[in-house]
């Protein structure tokens, strides 16, 4: 095994950062994320910030963007495009309480254009917010405790947590250490206080960023914790996942998995999803230790000179699994013990209602895509108030953009049954088990990146896709469907059973062949193709699998045993 | 090769005939021998037919095309456009490998390049790559919708080639590049090289093009002197036909519309357009800081409705200034029959005896009557206070005639050759529920669809013409009245004119009423604009306006003016021009430590100066 000195440093942090990519040089000489955001934010002349600024505003969970529906219809008008802001609050595990959503009910309804989004990390996304009122919406955050720290940029994001309602106790212990977790690993800079909450810049003692220090991480860095048997968070998708290992109710320590990324880019064959390699069980008591030492690993050794080959699912690639490991272990001081035995059986919610070990009640909705605003035949928004100012437990959004009225006594029951059916929330088993776990990212109109339709579309699609199930008598069959407006990955597309990507408008690739608990990545079955095309490869698969499927056979699994598609042992031949 | 279309002016329609003609009538090996015939005749002959494209299908295409007139060395224009960056990678590589062979070679960015230079431009290397549905890259946009549109001048002295980056998985593979290589071709511009369209791997056809095209531009391979032909023919095409004595008020030119958008975005409480026309063969010229008149024409509806409230039938005739018309075409054309006068409230108290009208009329009613006649236009006189019978010639005798509306021109003719740019406000309003439009502003917004002609006339306005290059410029106007500013900024740019100018500008709404946003921003850039200040009334409360504005920038305004600043005022008679006045004397008054009296002097003094400069309406 090759050590420290012999691996190639010519494109890490070792590196004078004219050696670098150019990213590099923008963070060391940001002054830690100040960057010229304040001068930006009294721009009068635009409503967009300084395309620097842009970026480092990502490091506090701000993203540009603008209304790419009337992009061109502004062109043509001699206007600038129509940008706004989205925030992305930081919200460990995906546990928030009634007023902390009260007040994000309040800031949306007053600056983010009437709506909130679920993500499928656990938070909030607010859009449309102008340039003016970033710092109301920070600031009103706050108010109750909360902040969008490192929700983007190259730093830990969200942390995840299974939410998995009927194991009170132990998700207790394991949501303490991811929220402990968050904390541990953010990012230090003053500059969050002064721009957003107008503080004065106080002296340094000491580094500001003493883990980061000023180029912080090489590109975006993903922690969850998973609570078998559910794999909600798809723990194999992140760069570090902890799989939760307990005795009777008593959390003991986690297997740790490292390496899982999704992110593509097409037509790039260097570039590919990635699932996570478990190398090793921790105690409980050594976690926050291993997280710096499997950070820092990345920190100090990740590609920082192309962005497209940063994340740690190619270091990892890059210089071996075992050498990884190794590193892991010196800088930990002690050797990972070998992995503890688990099953995971799913990494979709039940939805409706469970009763917990200790008896208190939890409600899960589902949430189509996330997506939360009031309709005319749903006033979601408004239901979902009503709830938070009468309900006194907690909520916890899942990792499938849905969302749990959790922690409720018995006898607080029936009220919140009532305030659901008053607002039409209360249909848990009306649609298709594909729909119940189909996922969609956002895509158009807000991301910039988006390059097909997601989130407005795939639920239209669904229903076409429903017809189909219901000629093969598959409707109640769970099938797990997800799509992504480009190939970024973010509803995590490449571990669906069915997969879709978009390429341009109307155009997808279709993947099959995903495992059903988030175990094997699925692999492209078809090219660039519009609706017809992809109602027709449904039509003979689903078809063929009805008749012929195994008993308790998944649809991935037969996808792969009836030839569709090739399975995909790696990351690395995804693309082949 | 029975379907060939005309080459454009390259050739004329009568030599194409004759060409198509044998042509369509030859064998290939025929073609194949006059091909050669052709090719080794002068150069005056030979243009012509090759660039007649198919027609000589033989010709290997990278035979160079005859250089243009003008002994200057050949510059080279790499243009790009790109999304994801494989194209201007390109673009760099080769405008390198260009000049490698000692060729001047400049890489431009699709996003930034002027459309209009391609007039003055020898040799245009374009490498494009196709994104959305086969659909260019989104900065390219505009490129190709000037390329492509009917804006887009005759290219004959133009040589080119074309690289197309695609992706053969998408159904419109390379569709971007084609467009821009067949557009070319069309507009009379001479191919190169062929077009290479390649896949995602384009590594080796586009290093392959670039060895063709570098190969094809070699100083060796250029043929040496003009090509008479080929000029002269283009010449033909382009030569503005003789005009009889300049259009006027009387005689207007029928200015086509070349373009006509709504500049306000969604959610806009106004409706502002920018109009595009062309004055191409009018022999009209103005200069910035000039009007254009409209001769409009009124709303048809409006003409019927009247009709029909008069009970006359339109092809009544009348008599209007010794001159035997139509009443339909009297009221559609000639008169004006919006708002009414108060000589036709005379008229029609008169011929209707109406009691109510009568008593308007007594001198003390003045105020009684305006209020009135705000209310009540001349469709409204006539519904309410009927004339049965009446004469057509009794009552188009109480009106008077249609004035034409005079618009800013908002655009330079150094920047925009043969044409002139307004920026008109639709008037829009209802009187008893039945909406209204003005003349002018909605003959421009409903009954000019692109493709119309607008009768128009230059109505020169000396005195708020630009100063001279140096001269700093303070420039304030609210709504449409920015329109002067454009024709300014876009002169100077022009002129490469290096003094500094400040715009102040106000109107409702940052998100939809910034007028020209994405071009004010471009000339802050390019330090043609040196400073902007905004005032928009309905984002912020207390409503600000730009005489706040001027306010806040007190010292900094007094300074400039000072510095020989010339100060500019533009649009909104009713309040706009006073309120800024009065911020004006104050400023002047605060810095200059003056009193009013003195300060008033101050401004007075500017104005004799001709330093203070006012276009309101
Ligand atoms: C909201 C969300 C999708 C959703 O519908 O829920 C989302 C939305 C965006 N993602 Fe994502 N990502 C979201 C989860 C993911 C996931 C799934 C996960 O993490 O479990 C992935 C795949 C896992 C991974 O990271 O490999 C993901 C991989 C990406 C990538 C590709 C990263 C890569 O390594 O290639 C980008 C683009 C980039 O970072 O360059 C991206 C970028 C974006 C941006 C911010 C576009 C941009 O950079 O301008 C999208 C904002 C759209 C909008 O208008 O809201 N997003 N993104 C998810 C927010 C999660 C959160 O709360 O933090
Ligand atoms: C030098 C100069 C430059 C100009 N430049 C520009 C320019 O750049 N852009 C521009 O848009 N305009 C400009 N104007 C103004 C322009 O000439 C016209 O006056 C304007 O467009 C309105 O003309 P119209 O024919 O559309 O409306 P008209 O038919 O003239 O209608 C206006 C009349 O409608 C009636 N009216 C309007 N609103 C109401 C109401 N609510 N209730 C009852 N009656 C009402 C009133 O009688 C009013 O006088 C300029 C004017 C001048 C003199
Ligand atoms: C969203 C998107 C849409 C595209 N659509 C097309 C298309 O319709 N036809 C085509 O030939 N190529 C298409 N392509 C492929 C690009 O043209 C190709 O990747 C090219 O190399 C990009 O060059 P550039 O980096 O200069 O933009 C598309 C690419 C993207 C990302
Ligand atoms: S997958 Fe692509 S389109 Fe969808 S949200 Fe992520 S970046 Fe945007």
Redesign the pocket.
């Known amino acids: 095994m090759s050590t420290t000195d012999q691996t190639d440093r010519s494109r890490d942090v070792s590196q004078p950062l004219d050696n670098l990519g150019p990213d590099e040089t923008l963070k060391a000489k940001s002054d830690y994320l100040r960057g010229t955001i304040e001068h930006s934010l009294l721009d009068e002349i635009t409503a967009a910030v300084a395309g620097d600024d842009a970026k480092l505003m990502k490091f506090f969970g701000l993203y540009q963007q603008d209304d790419r529906d009337i992009r061109d219809e502004r062109r043509r008008q001699k206007l600038e495009p129509a940008f706004s802001f989205m925030a992305r609050v930081r919200l460990p595990g995906g546990v928030c309480s009634p007023s902390q959503w009260l007040k994000l009910d309040e800031l949306a309804r007053a600056h983010g254009g009437e709506t909130l989004r679920l993500t499928t990390r656990q938070t909030f996304q607010l859009h449309h917010i102008i340039k003016q009122d970033l710092r109301p919406v920070m600031r009103g955050l706050r108010d109750v405790l909360l902040d969008t720290k490192a929700a983007c940029g190259d730093d830990t994001r969200g942390v995840m947590c299974t939410v998995n309602p009927n194991l009170s106790s132990l998700h207790a212990q394991v949501y303490a250490l991811a929220k402990q977790a968050s904390d541990h690993a953010l990012h230090r800079t003053g500059a969050y206080r002064e721009i957003w909450y107008g503080e004065q810049r106080e002296p340094a003692d000491g580094p500001e960023e003493p883990f980061y220090g000023r180029t912080y991480m090489p590109r975006k860095f993903k922690i969850g914790f998973a609570i078998p048997p559910s794999n909600d968070i798809d723990v194999y998708s992140q760069d570090l996942g902890f799989i939760a290992v307990a005795d009777g109710g008593a959390l003991k320590g986690f297997n740790v998995a490292i390496g899982g990324g999704l992110g593509r880019t097409?037509?790039a064959p260097k570039t590919y999803p990635r699932l996570a390699d478990v190398i090793g069980y921790v105690d409980a008591e050594s976690l926050m230790a291993t997280i710096d030492a499997v950070m820092s690993v990345q920190r100090d050794y990740g590609d920082r000179v192309d962005r497209a080959h940063a994340r740690f699912k190619y270091t990892i690639d890059d210089k071996g699994l075992e050498w990884v490991t190794a590193e892991i272990e010196r800088r930990l001081g002690f050797a990972l013990a070998p992995a503890r035995p688990y099953t995971f059986t799913s990494n979709g919610d039940a939805l409706g209602w469970v009763t917990g070990e200790d008896g208190r009640e939890h409600c899960t909705l589902f949430i189509q895509n996330g997506r939360i605003v009031n309709t005319s035949e749903r006033p979601m928004m408004d239901g979902l108030r009503a709830i938070a100012e009468a309900h006194e437990g907690t909520f916890r959004i899942t990792p499938n953009q849905n969302l749990i009225i959790s922690d409720l006594a018995p006898e607080d029951r029936p009220a919140i049954e009532a305030l659901l059916k008053d607002h039409g929330l209360d249909e848990f088993e009306s649609r298709s088990a594909l729909r119940r776990n189909s996922m969609a990212c956002v895509a158009l109109p807000t991301c910039g990146l988006a390059?097909?339709e997601s989130e407005r579309y795939l639920p239209d699609l669904v229903t076409k896709i429903e017809a189909l199930l219901d000629a093969h008598g598959l409707t109640e069959e769970p099938i797990t469907i997800r799509m992504t407006g480009?190939p970024n990955g973010c509803a995590r597309p490449y571990i669906a059973e069915i997969g879709l990507t978009?390429?341009?408008p109307g155009k997808y690739n279709l993947y099959l062949g995903g495992g059903f608990h988030g175990q094997r990545l699925n692999k492209m079955y078809l090219e660039n193709v519009g609706e017809s095309a992809i109602l027709e490869a449904l039509d003979t698969t689903l078809g063929h699998y009805a008749r012929e499927r195994r008993p308790g056979e998944r649809f991935g699994d037969f996808a792969i045993r009836a030839g569709y598609v090739a399975e995909v042992e790696e990351g690395r031949f995804f693309n082949d | 090769m029975a379907t060939m279309e005309h080459p454009g002016s390259i050739i004329t329609t009568d030599q194409w005939e004759m060409v198509s003609g044998l042509t369509t009538s030859l064998t290939h090996d025929q073609a194949l021998w006059i091909s050669g015939y052709l090719a080794g005749l002068s150069h005056q002959a030979r243009s012509p037919v090759l660039a007649g494209g198919d027609a000589v299908a033989s010709t290997p295409p990278t035979a160079p095309a005859p250089a243009p007139a003008g002994p200057t060395a050949r510059v080279v224009t790499v243009l790009?456009?790109?999304?994801?960056?494989?194209?201007?990678?390109?673009a760099t590589s080769l405008a390198q490998a260009a000049r490698d062979q000692g060729i001047e070679a400049k890489v431009a960015d699709m996003a930034e390049y002027r459309p209009r230079t391609l007039k003055d431009t020898q040799d245009l290397l374009v490498?494009?790559?196709?994104?959305?549905?086969?659909?260019p890259?989104q900065t390219a946009m505009d490129f190709f919708e000037f390329l492509e549109g009917r804006k887009a001048p005759k290219l004959p002295q133009l040589r080119y080639a074309v690289l197309?980056?695609?992706?053969?998985?998408?159904?419109?593979?390379?569709?971007?590049g084609r467009r821009i290589d067949e557009r070319l071709a069309e507009l009379g511009a001479q191919r190169l090289v062929d077009r290479v369209?390649?896949?995602?791997d384009?590594d080796d056809d586009a290093a392959g093009w670039i060895e063709a095209v570098s190969r094809a531009l070699a100083p060796s391979a250029a043929p040496p002197g003009p090509a008479p032909a080929a000029a002269g023919t283009a010449a033909a095409g382009t030569a503005p036909v003789a005009v009889p004595a300049a259009f006027d008020k009387r005689r207007p030119f029928a200015a086509a519309v070349l373009d006509n958008v709504v500049l306000t975005g969604r959610g806009s409480t106004k409706e502002t357009r920018h109009v595009e026309l062309s004055l191409e063969d009018s022999g009209l010229t103005y200069q910035p800081g000039d009007a254009l008149g409209v001769v409009a024409r009124n709303d048809p509806a409006l003409v019927d409705a009247l009709l029909d409230q008069l009970g006359l039938p339109g092809d009544t005739p009348v008599t209007i200034k010794q001159q035997d018309t139509t009443l339909g075409d009297a009221l559609a054309g000639t008169l004006e029959i919006t708002a009414a006068t108060p000589r036709f409230l005379d008229h029609w108290a008169e011929i209707t005896g109406a009691a109510e009208l009568q008593a308007l009329l007594a001198p003390e009613q003045s105020k009684a009557r305006t209020a009135f006649l705000q209310r009540h236009h001349v469709l409204d006189l006539v519904g309410r206070f009927p004339a049965p019978g009446i004469d057509a010639d009794r009552f188009v005798a109480g009106l008077r005639p249609l004035q034409p509306r005079l618009y800013s021109i908002a655009s330079s003719l150094a920047a925009a050759p043969d044409e002139a740019h307004l920026t008109v406000s639709t008037v829009r309003y209802a009187l008893h529920d039945v909406p209204r439009t003005g003349v002018a502003s909605g003959y421009l917004a409903e009954r000019t669809e692109t493709d119309a002609t607008v009768p128009v006339y230059i109505q020169r306005n000396e005195h708020f013409h630009l100063a001279d290059d140096d001269t700093p410029l303070l420039m304030i106007g609210a709504g449409t009245g920015v329109a002067p500013y454009r024709a300014f900024m876009q002169e100077r740019e022009a002129r490469g004119a290096t003094g500094r100018s400040w715009l102040f500008f106000g109107e409702r709404n940052f998100r939809s009423d910034f007028l020209y946003q994405v071009e004010w921003q471009a000339l802050l850039k390019h330090g043609v604009l040196s400073r902007l200040d905004l005032a928009f009334s309905r984002d912020a409360t207390p409503k600000t306006y730009v005489q706040d504005r001027l306010r806040r920038h007190g010292r900094d305004v007094y300074a400039w003016l000072e510095d020989g600043a010339c100060l500019y005022v533009c649009g909104d008679a009713a309040h706009m021009a006073g309120d800024v006045h009065d911020a004006l004397a104050d400023i002047v008054a605060e810095h200059g430590g003056l009193d009013r009296d003195g300060a008033d002097d101050y401004l007075a003094a500017l104005k004799r100066d001709r330093r203070y400069r006012l276009d309101v309406y």
């Open positions: 097409d037509q390059m097909a480009c978009g390429r341009a | 790009f456009a790109s999304e994801t960056g494989n194209s201007r990678e390109l490498i494009t790559s196709t994104h959305g549905d086969g659909d890259p197309a980056l695609g992706d053969s998985t998408y159904e419109h593979y390379c569709a971007a369209e390649c896949d995602v384009y």
